[in-house]
């Protein structure tokens, strides 16, 4: 595992020391990347062995110097699809807590304990704080947790379960995110908030990586990301500046195609206006709460790496989502997150716009398990409880028995 | 991939052929075996490359010759826990439908398309309905399904949006499996249920290859496994039996330890009795659905083998279950399932009262993810929904607030 040579800031390339755990960029606030000595990297990196770890670890000799605090996350499946040989489904279902959040987590954590810091808190549309809690309780630290009210059900219980503080906001994630940063001082929190810290970015450039791998250290034509905050399509991008450097890959890097829910567009409009940063995204609302980010803090960075990959924005409506969610769970026995299924619609999208060809070798993600969302898939397909009064009325079920 | 040699009974060891897919013993209502040809087996079966198959069908040179339908399924990860190195949790939760069942789903849906079945029906306590479903859904084949009326909201929302036929029952397993035996003629149905057919236990035989595999193709000193029907710990027997014809392991084999709800216990009653049978227990409940099976069918197999490997049966409270579901969530970062931390309790159990010491070297199975069962963990916690009027009173949270 490499040491840090400095950290970077993505705005004005600002160059500062990792001898403590950093925010942001102290000039002017933007995101900051690990940087390490490339020269010396090209001597010691190396691509993973087929045998070697079986989760994000197995990229360690491109990662920080760090005890790692894992639970098994990160080296997911990649399924080609039924539908088309040509799509395959990067499946983070499969990551601890269920979603890609716990690649982010897990390098984060580890470098909080690595520097000492005893107590973290984050706001969350939902799937970063299941992820957080769990590490957290893995590594023995405090977690301080502020999510919406109306978060999928299991983002809260499983928040509790691990032991986290968890307090719920009359809000959005940026109301959540203004409540942390308000305390955080005279509580002693370290605020680990998407992009207000580099490490997260670092786990999850592993997504780059591991699709790269899986496709024989080639590129897909397009990667469908799914973005709220961003983390992971910047991780990626991140990955492949990497990867070339260390010559591990070659030839033209995929289209970047972020994702978004229409109830909750900022970065989709941003682009449609050819602005470099996103607007706060006024009212926002949709089933797919991990889309529910009305102003990612990365918005200038997810814009340009668009761009510069030839990609686009989509937004989605949910009902769109809905469709396309129960499409892939017919058709193909897959049960995706609101966020995985408006990355599936998008591909239909493109494709009947002519923006991309079936012949195009496509990744799509999906961030999360639609196991988190069982409440929120159930209100937008009008199924009830079945220990409820109500029956269902809106799907082809037999009814309850009695047997005799 | 090996032809079928012929489908042996595991009561009376009658011979059958595989020509079509078989039921059960038709002299004894036995549950079937897969048997291959053990001499060609040697000279064709080979242990899997480190960077073969990352799914359990890296097995295939010992599973049946089949195109599989298959949805990324097993090689899931064993994670030495935090408390003890000896303690390896094998973690069946990163399956596709979050359990262990879709290792014997995508087993016995390949082989009913294979047979050219067009009509599968399965009673399931939950978590084997939604496996079901969803491999039905990737194959192409209709699913009927039945489960009492109380399974964990999970399984019943993911049943229904995988396009399966759902019926609920107001009664236990024992109900639904009656009325798939009444309806099953009629409706042209083959009816998939655990051990009247012979190939999910051939499925979920990998979890004994992969622990071996994983453990550098050593034994355990013990393997700890949640019993409900028993198909996993029937099925790992013959793996254990399988490898060491092949000469793939050596050694002596893990004591096998069946853990079973106090509220459900019909094994750990038969096994404390001496009983080679169990009977049906009456008034089954208890929070861990899966271990909810009154009176399993594979009874007289799974208490041959926990006796055989010199292991036991235990039945834990589900207050005991709670109690060790939190401690794995709040200081390991998992969080299992109640059948999972049914298991975990069962350790703790059995080194208490000195049946096991804590330098033996045990693989604890979680089959399945903590997620699935949110409704029921937060009732067992008391904790509320948080979108309901009423706060959360049990659990540290903050409250929610109001943003000014």
Redesign the interface.
């Given at each position: 595992m490499p040491a840090i040579a400095y950290l970077e800031c993505s705005r004005c390339q600002n160059q500062i020391s990792a001898n403590k755990y950093e925010t942001v960029c102290p000039k002017c606030a933007g995101a900051l990347y690990v940087r390490y000595d490339t020269e010396a990297l090209k001597k010691t990196a190396t691509r993973p062995?087929?045998?070697?770890s079986?989760?994000m670890w197995r990229y360690a000799s491109v990662l920080p110097d760090v005890s790692p605090v894992t639970?098994?996350e990160g080296?997911t499946?990649i399924?080609p699809s039924?539908r088309n040989p040509n799509i395959f489904l990067k499946?983070e279902a499969?990551?601890?807590?269920?979603t890609f959040k716990a690649r982010g987590m897990s390098m984060a954590v580890s470098m909080a304990r690595h520097y000492g810091l005893k107590k973290l808190a984050a706001p969350s549309a939902g799937n970063a704080a299941g992820a957080l809690a769990?590490?957290?309780?893995?590594?023995g630290i405090e977690a301080h947790i502020?999510m919406p009210?109306?978060?999928p059900?299991?983002n809260?219980?499983?928040g509790?379960?691990?032991?986290a503080?968890?307090?719920?906001?009359?809000?959005l994630i940026s109301?959540c995110a203004?409540?942390v940063n308000e305390r955080k001082e005279k509580e002693g929190w370290f605020d680990i908030s998407t992009l207000k810290e580099p490490f997260r970015v670092e786990g999850k450039k592993t997504m780059g990586y591991e699709l790269v791998e899986q496709l024989n250290w080639t590129y897909p034509d397009a990667v469908f990301y799914p973005t709220g905050g961003g983390v992971g399509l910047i991780g990626m991008w991140k990955a492949f500046e990497e990867m070339e450097q260390l010559g591990w890959v070659t030839g033209k890097r995929p289209k970047m195609i972020a994702i978004q829910a229409s109830g909750c567009a900022p970065v989709a409009k941003a682009y449609k206006e050819g602005a470099n940063t996103s607007q706060m995204f006024e009212n926002a609302s949709t089933f797919a709460a991990g889309l529910r980010v009305p102003k990612p803090y990365g918005d200038y960075i997810i814009l340009d790496i668009v761009r510069q990959s030839g990609g686009t924005v989509v937004d989605i409506p949910d009902e769109t989502i809905l469709d396309s969610?129960?499409d892939w769970?017919?058709?193909?026995?897959?049960?995706l997150s609101p966020e995985g299924a408006a990355a599936t619609a998008a591909y239909d999208h493109l494709i009947e716009n002519g923006f991309l060809k079936p012949r195009d070798k496509v990744v799509i993600f999906n961030t999360g398990?639609?196991?988190?969302y069982?409440?929120m898939?159930?209100e937008a397909?009008g199924?009830t409880?079945?220990?409820s009064t109500k029956l269902?009325e809106r799907?082809?079920?037999?009814?309850?028995?009695?047997?005799q």
């Open positions: 062995e087929p045998g070697g079986q989760s639970l098994g080296w499946p399924l039924r499946e499969t990551n601890p807590t269920g769990a590490y957290a309780a893995a590594a502020f009210k109306d978060v059900f299991a809260y219980l499983e509790v379960a691990y032991g503080n968890v307090t719920l906001v009359d809000g109301d203004r409540i969610l129960l769970s017919r058709d193909e026995g897959l049960l398990a639609g196991l988190k069982v409440d898939i159930a397909m199924v409880r079945p220990n269902p799907v082809p079920v037999g009814g309850i028995i009695t047997p």
